[in-house]
């Protein structure tokens, strides 16, 4: 069991940059699961942002966020990170950390969830 907790969300102006975090905890081992960030706009699903591989080396990025966005992980620390700049008001939603035995881009491919993190972009 992987328990995730993410930090880092607010309030910025469009242009403008966030870092969130994503702590891993429980009886299990950080750096056995694939990572990634989900997001859930305002009234609509919760769609994949980029996911990271077990050891960091490989990163994939849904097509909206690529070139702004970069996925990271310290494997020592238990964290996932997403460094997000250029932020746009679109990008305004609540974010998720989730953990994985495969690198998925589908919400149901993934095990364990945080609580979120909220992110709003202003105009």
């Known amino acids: 069991q992987a328990q995730l907790v993410e930090s880092g969300g607010g309030l910025v102006q469009a242009g403008g940059s966030l870092s969130l975090s994503c702590a891993a905890s429980?009886?299990?081992?950080?750096?056995?699961?694939?990572m990634a960030w989900f997001r859930q706009p305002p009234g609509k699903e919760r769609e994949f942002v980029a996911v990271i591989s077990m050891s960091g080396a490989t990163t994939y990025y849904a097509d909206s966020v690529k070139g702004r966005f970069t996925i990271s992980r310290d494997n020592a620390k238990n964290t996932v990170y997403l460094q997000m700049n250029s932020l746009k008001p679109e990008d305004t939603a609540l974010y998720y950390c989730?953990?994985?035995?495969?690198?998925?881009?589908?919400?149901?491919?993934?095990?364990?969830w945080g609580q979120g993190t909220q992110v709003t972009v202003s105009s």
């Open positions: 989730a953990a994985s035995f495969v690198a998925g881009r589908k919400v149901n491919e993934y095990n364990y």
């Open positions: 429980g009886r299990t081992t950080f750096s056995r699961y694939f």
